[in-house]
């Protein structure tokens, strides 16, 4: 059964603080993962798309990580700002047409 | 460029009324998603199309939901009757040229907020 795990559930950090969440995804074949940054009472907005060839990317303060062996990915949030508080959404496709399997997310808050 | 567009933003109605949710996706985009997303559940895929066609509807919960693309720029989700437990989230997405190799980006609306009393 494809599933994609992620953790912690919630954090709460201080802001300038870093901190990384976690995806851990069974999903096969693998083609690529996506983080979502999903604010409250909006919709979901993509932070990064890494392919199985792809280690690393960063989108400014977030930076993604991907090991394929392992199946597992990171997004690491550096200096975090308060505009940083969201839901981060992890997700990779389960067929060739586009269908999407999210985790649960991680609510993030950023305290001053 | 308008984004993905959704409406209404928000929907309250009773129980057994039938509910619309309408969609228009982002122009030149040739796949549509509609997702519903609970607290319980998460973001679940209900239904997408590419180039309008239907493609997997196995995500649709039961025959009281229905969804049609009657042309590239237009959407709807329809509820018909709705049920307390239908209350949730509903986001229309849409993706140009979607490749599971290439992983183009996929657009959310803001959603709907559909309340079922």
């Known amino acids: 059964k494809n599933q994609v795990e992620q953790s912690p559930q919630s954090l709460i950090i201080l802001e300038g603080k870093n901190c990384t969440l976690q995806?851990?995804?069974?999903?096969?074949?693998?083609?690529?993962l996506r983080w979502y940054k999903q604010d409250t009472g909006r919709g979901p907005v993509s932070l990064t798309i890494?392919?199985?060839?792809?280690n690393t990317k960063s989108n400014g303060r977030y930076t993604a990580t991907l090991d394929a062996d392992t199946k597992q990915s990171s997004l690491h949030i550096t200096a975090s700002q308060l505009s940083d508080s969201a839901s981060y959404i992890c997700g990779t496709p389960t067929d060739s047409w586009g269908k999407l399997q999210f985790g649960a997310g991680t609510q993030v808050v950023v305290t001053p | 460029d308008a984004g993905v567009i959704q409406s209404p933003r928000h929907e309250v109605t009773e129980m057994g009324q039938e509910v619309t949710l309408r969609c228009k996706p982002i122009s030149g985009h040739n796949s549509l998603f509609w997702y519903r997303q609970t607290m319980m559940r998460g973001l679940e895929l209900l239904i997408y199309f590419n180039n309008n066609v239907p493609i997997d509807d196995s995500g649709m919960p039961e025959d009281r939901f229905s969804a049609k693309m009657p042309n590239a720029s237009f959407s709807t989700l329809k509820i018909q009757p709705s049920e307390p437990r239908d209350s949730a989230v509903y986001f229309c997405a849409s993706s140009l040229v979607w490749s599971r190799e290439a992983g183009n980006t996929i657009y959310f609306g803001e959603g709907s907020w559909l309340t079922v009393v």
């Open positions: 995806c851990n995804y069974t999903v096969s074949p693998f083609s690529n």
């Open positions: 890494m392919t199985f060839s792809e």
